[in-house]
């Protein structure tokens, strides 16, 4: 004779096997259907992506422009939200693109801004930004550098196409970058800056593309 303990066992096992029965007849064949843990017998549901790097600058009377890029695994349809949003920007909730022109009251740094995404029952987050407007600068600077003669091999470069000059207010991050395609220019000048210090490095490259290592790095501070 089974004893009340055994009798709950018996019973829980035969609830398992009727279950899975019950499952298992609800499937054609060749049907894939996934079902969610909590026995509701609903899909799981997959949490869409977001993914894009926005500008942490610009400056008054210019175009700020940054629109991620997200997907579903499910193909449902996405929305798009905003915290932090800027006074001086708009925000489409179709496409998450968050643009604007700031006008000289909107100096300054708007900071923690995070723009999600969603399918209606999951959803994902860029990792917070800031975007700081700057002033139109009146000030300049003017850099000057050797031709390069040789590859890196020590074999002749014949092929100098021009260069790239990279600065920003922070020694090794360069925020900024000018393109050069005339290799006789070796005398630049970098204008609209406002007063601060800056970091400026230049790069050489051929008529392929291929650029150079960063030349060494030169501090100006710009009044």
Request: hydrophobic content about 35%; glycine content about 12%; aromatic content about 8%.
């Amino acid at each position: 004779m089974l004893g009340i303990e055994d009798d709950l066992i018996n019973a829980l096992k035969l609830f398992a096997v009727t279950t899975l029965l019950v499952l298992g007849g609800c499937l054609d064949s060749g049907e894939k259907t996934t079902f969610v843990d909590d026995g509701s017998g609903g899909p799981i549901n997959n949490s869409p992506s977001i993914g894009g790097t926005p500008a942490g600058s610009t400056k008054v009377s210019e175009m700020y422009s940054f629109t991620p890029t997200a997907s579903d695994p499910d193909g449902d349809s996405l929305s798009f939200s905003i915290q932090n949003q800027p006074s001086w920007a708009d925000f489409d909730t179709a496409s998450g693109k968050i643009s604007g022109i700031p006008t000289l009251g909107d100096i300054g740094v708007y900071s923690n801004i995070a723009i999600s995404v969603s399918d209606g029952s999951g959803a994902a987050s860029l990792p917070q930004f800031s975007i700081s407007v700057d002033q139109v600068g009146t000030a300049s600077t003017t850099l000057s550098w050797t031709a390069p003669t040789q590859n890196e091999d020590g074999t002749p470069l014949t092929d100098l196409a021009g260069y790239k000059v990279y600065y920003g207010k922070a020694s090794g991050s360069y925020t900024d970058q000018i393109r050069i395609d005339n290799p006789g220019i070796t005398t630049y000048v970098v204008n609209n800056l406002t007063p601060d210090t800056y970091y400026f490095a230049a790069t050489a490259f051929n008529a392929s593309g291929v650029e150079s290592r960063f030349s060494g790095e030169a501090v100006k501070a710009v009044n």
